[in-house]
């Protein structure tokens, strides 16, 4: 059970190789150790040192910090708590700058404050806050009020803090670097992953994918058509001209099946010479679709070469209420697609009145039984 104390990264639905994790972890427990140091310098201080107004600020900015830890509860974005958090941090700053004028106390927390802007805002923000904070302490650092520390002191503070600012900087830069080649092979790697690598269409899982974001997010209608698309006599192609025609002829139907992508809810390589399209339109649409994939791919012929004939059967079936998931979608379909095949191939058969059947051999039928 999910409760107060649960660290907020855990309700995130955030990659773990995303900088914006390892913040989220990072900003939970340092609004939490701030807190809880606020607290108890807010005890000490009115308790020991009697600084009633540092004491009172504490409380406030303790209070604020545990606002902050309850609107990151409650699913606020990080980039708005961060925020907040760095607005909270600088006015405690300036105030306990001008309370501790006199003393070298601030100068031990610059550094936290320093790493803590680069980490949570990111190299280009948290370059413009820490100039700022660091134009602060140092001119606190040199200010005639200030009499706790040397000239050499103040040479040694000065030059250990420009070079622990310098230092965050090119590391936060570094960092940020490091992660953008990471996402990008890490997305390179997952669209080869989702992509058929010779005819450069969605591949099955993808497919798997696509149907799965599809029922997921809208509700299935009398007009989506499910169409399943099978080159005629591949075998035969691939054993007469070797599989490297077979490779150009697929993808050739992959080049055309591609234009189509924009129309479609589902697209992509189901396997073999088998391709699916799935799409959103009346039946007489869809089949006037189907006819001219299967007209264009027909043309592909003369461009293969001599006696290289390509053709393609397609079989297209209706979503229907009876249906329980996408495997009797995909069935009906290929029961179509097997009427195409029995009534000689290269044709487009569609459980409609309105189907169109054209009638076409490109190769003798085989007496075999040899399908394809």
């Keep these: ?56 600020a504490e409380i406030l900015l303790f209070v604020g910090l545990m606002g902050l830890v309850y609107r990151f509860q409650n699913r606020e974005t990080m980039q708005q708590v961060v925020w907040i958090f760095v607005g909270l941090m600088t006015f405690f700053a300036l105030f306990y700058a001008v309370a501790s ?25 948290g370059l413009r806050i820490n100039l700022f904070f660091l134009i602060l302490f140092l001119g606190y650092l040199w200010s005639p009020f200030l009499q706790s520390l040397t000239v050499t002191g103040k040479i040694n503070s000065t030059l250990a803090l420009v070079s622990i600012f310098i230092a965050m ?49 809208k509700t299935p209608q009398s007009d989506w058509h499910l169409l399943i698309l099978d080159l005629d006599h591949f075998k035969r192609l691939n054993d007469r001209l070797g599989h490297l025609a077979g490779d150009d002829a697929l993808k050739k139907v992959a080049g055309v099946l591609n234009r189509y992508q924009a129309q479609a809810m589902a697209l992509g390589r189901w396997g073999g010479e088998e391709f699916l399209l799935a799409m959103n339109r009346p039946a007489k649409q869809v089949s006037d679709l189907a006819e001219a994939i299967r007209r264009e791919v027909e043309t592909l012929s003369p461009a293969l070469g001599e006696k290289r004939d390509l053709t393609i059967s397609i079989g297209i079936a209706r979503w229907q209420a009876s249906f329980r998931s996408i495997d009797d979608w995909i069935a009906a379909a290929d029961k179509q697609l097997y009427q195409a095949k029995a009534r000689g191939r290269n044709r487009v058969a569609m459980a409609e009145p309105r189907a169109r059947s054209v009638s076409h051999e490109p190769f003798p039928k085989p007496s075999n039984g040899e399908a394809g």
């Design 1 to 56: 059970m999910k409760t107060f104390l649960t660290p907020f990264h855990h309700r995130l639905n955030l990659d773990q190789s995303s900088p914006d994790y390892h913040r989220a972890i990072f900003l939970w427990y340092y609004l939490w150790t701030m807190a809880s140091l606020f607290a108890f310098f807010s005890v000490f201080n009115l308790t020991k040192t009697l600084n009633y107004p540092v004491a009172l």
């Design 101 to 125: 004028i006199k003393t070298n106390d601030p100068f031990v927390w610059m550094p936290l404050f320093i790493f803590s802007n680069f980490f949570l805002l990111g190299s280009k923000h």
């Design 169 to 217: 900087y090119f590391y936060e830069i570094s960092r940020e670097n490091a992660y953008q080649k990471l996402n990008l092979r890490s997305r390179q790697i997952y669209r080869s992953s989702i992509t058929d690598a010779l005819t450069r269409l969605p591949n099955r899982t993808s497919l798997d994918q696509q149907f799965q974001r599809l029922f997921t997010e």
